[in-house]
C-alpha cells in the first residue's frame, strides 16, 4: 500500500511538471518581428524562422507558380486554378476596382496558394505585373483584393572598367548591370563618339542600383561619372536647377545639346506619332512611327541638331529620303523629300539648322510633306515626347551650390579603383 502511494505520487507529480513546463514555454513565445518568432525557457531559446511573401505565411500553403499564356484572362486563370464559379465573378469584380485587369501581359507570373490540409483549398491568388507591383486575391468567403506594391531599396555603388571590346561586354566583365551602357550612353551623347570607342578607355560611374526582396531590379539613379576617352577625362555630375536634374562638366555647362523644335520654320503638323494609323493609300491600320507637317513642295528641311548624314537615298514607300545620326543615341529621318541640298552625300557631317532635302511627295503620300522620323537608341520613339533637359549652364545663384556637391562626387570618384 505505501509502495502505491508512492507510486501515485510520483505520477502526479511528473504530470505537473511536464503541465509547468508546457505552461512556462507557451508564455515564453516571443515575437521579434512579423516573420521571426522564439520559443524557449529559461535563457534557452529556440527560434523559428516563419516566412512571408506578400504578406501571407507561406508555410501554411502548397504554391504553385505558372506563366500567364496568350488569350487567358483572370477568370479564365481562377476558374482553370480549382475556384468554384460562383467566388470567380465575385473575385474578378473585387480585383477591377483595385486594378485594370485588362493590363494582365501574356509572359508574367502568378502564384498560386493552396491550404495544406485535406480541402487543398485556393486560398490566395497573386498575379506579379512587374517587380514592384502585384495584384493579390484572398478567396475567402467573399472575395477581396488588394493592388499592393514592394519597397524597393536604392543601394549606392561606385563601378569602373576599363574597355577591351565594346562598352557592352565590359559591363558584363565587371559584372555591371549591360543597361549601364546606355545610361552612359546617354549621359555622354553629345561629348563621347560611342561607336569611336578604343581599347583602354576608362570608366568610373556612382550610382545607385534597385533591389525589391533583396533581387535586383536595375540601375537608378546616377550621380557622377568619369569618361576617359582617348587620354581625355571627362567628366559629369549630376544637378538639380529650376526643379530638373542634369548633367553638368567640371565648369558648369550642360553636357547636353538641344534639338530644334521642328525641323521646318513654316508648317503644320497633319498627322501624329501612332501605333495605328490607317495609311491614306494603303488603306491598311499600321503604325506610324514619324510625325507629318504638311508644307508646300519645295519647303527647306533643317537638320535638328548637328550629326552625320547615315543613310540617303529612295525607297517605294518613303520616297527619297535622308537619316541623321546625331549621336550613339538619337538619330533622326526625313521622308518623301523632293530633292536634295546640292553636295549633300553619305558621310558629310552637318549642323544644327543646316537644310538636308526639300519637301516632296515622293514614295506613299498624298500630297506634298515631310515625314519626320527619330530613333533612340535604335528604338523608333515619339520626336514631339523627346524631353531634353535645359542646356542652360549652372545660373549664377547655384553655383556655390554645385562647386560643394561637384567636390563631394569628385572625391568619391577618385576612390573608385579604375
Same mark, same amino acid.
Given at each position: ?115 495544406? !490540409? ?263 520613339? !515619339? ?36
Amino acid at each position: 500500500m505505501h509502495i502505491k502511494n508512492i507510486y501515485i505520487i510520483s505520477i502526479v507529480t511528473l504530470i505537473f511538471v511536464l503541465v509547468s513546463f508546457y505552461k512556462t514555454s507557451e508564455s515564453r513565445i516571443l515575437k521579434r518581428n512579423e516573420n521571426i518568432y522564439a520559443v524557449g525557457i529559461d535563457q534557452n531559446i529556440i527560434y523559428y524562422d516563419i516566412k512571408k511573401e506578400y504578406e501571407i505565411t507561406i508555410d501554411s500553403f502548397n504554391i504553385v507558380q505558372n506563366r500567364i499564356k496568350r488569350n487567358q484572362n483572370l477568370a479564365k486563370l481562377l476558374v482553370d486554378a480549382g475556384l468554384e464559379y460562383s467566388k470567380v465573378e465575385k473575385a474578378t469584380r473585387q480585383s477591377a476596382e483595385v486594378f485594370d485587369i485588362r493590363r494582365i501581359k501574356a509572359g508574367n507570373y502568378y502564384r498560386l496558394y493552396y491550404a495544406k !490540409d485535406s480541402s487543398k483549398t485556393l486560398s490566395y491568388f497573386v498575379y506579379k505585373h512587374s517587380p514592384t507591383e502585384y495584384l493579390k486575391i484572398a478567396l475567402n468567403n467573399v472575395p477581396s483584393a488588394i493592388k499592393g506594391k514592394k519597397e524597393i531599396v536604392s543601394i549606392r555603388k561606385s563601378s569602373s572598367g576599363t574597355i577591351s571590346s565594346s562598352l557592352w561586354a565590359t559591363m558584363i566583365e565587371n559584372n555591371i548591370d549591360p543597361m549601364m551602357a546606355n545610361r552612359l550612353s546617354e549621359i555622354y551623347a553629345w561629348t563621347v563618339d560611342f561607336f569611336g570607342l578604343e581599347q583602354g578607355d576608362q570608366f568610373k560611374v556612382i550610382y545607385d542600383e534597385q533591389f525589391v526582396d533583396s533581387i535586383s531590379i536595375g540601375i537608378g539613379e546616377i550621380y557622377a561619372a568619369s569618361f576617359n576617352h582617348r587620354g581625355e577625362e571627362l567628366l559629369a555630375y549630376e544637378f538639380e536647377q529650376n526643379g530638373v536634374k542634369s548633367f553638368f562638366d567640371e565648369k558648369g555647362k550642360s553636357l547636353r545639346r538641344q534639338f530644334l523644335k521642328s525641323p521646318l520654320r513654316f508648317s503644320r503638323i497633319s498627322s501624329g506619332y501612332s501605333n495605328s494609323r490607317m495609311h491614306p493609300i494603303l488603306k491598311i491600320r499600321r503604325p506610324h512611327r514619324g510625325v507629318d507637317y504638311a508644307a508646300p513642295t519645295g519647303t527647306p528641311i533643317n537638320s535638328i541638331g548637328d550629326g552625320t548624314v547615315y543613310k540617303k537615298g529612295y525607297t517605294k514607300s518613303a520616297g527619297y529620303y535622308i537619316k541623321i545620326r546625331h549621336n550613339s543615341v538619337y538619330t533622326s529621318g526625313y521622308n518623301h523629300l523632293s530633292r536634295y541640298p546640292k553636295g549633300i552625300k553619305v558621310g558629310q557631317r552637318v549642323t544644327q539648322g543646316q537644310i538636308v532635302g526639300y519637301v516632296g511627295s515622293t514614295g506613299y503620300a498624298t500630297g506634298p510633306h515631310l515625314d519626320f522620323r527619330v530613333w533612340k537608341n535604335g528604338q523608333a520613339t !515619339d520626336p514631339l515626347k523627346i524631353k531634353a533637359p535645359p542646356v542652360e549652364p549652372i545660373a549664377e545663384q547655384n553655383i556655390t551650390a554645385f562647386k560643394k556637391s561637384k567636390q563631394e562626387l569628385k572625391d568619391e570618384l577618385e576612390k573608385t579603383n579604375s
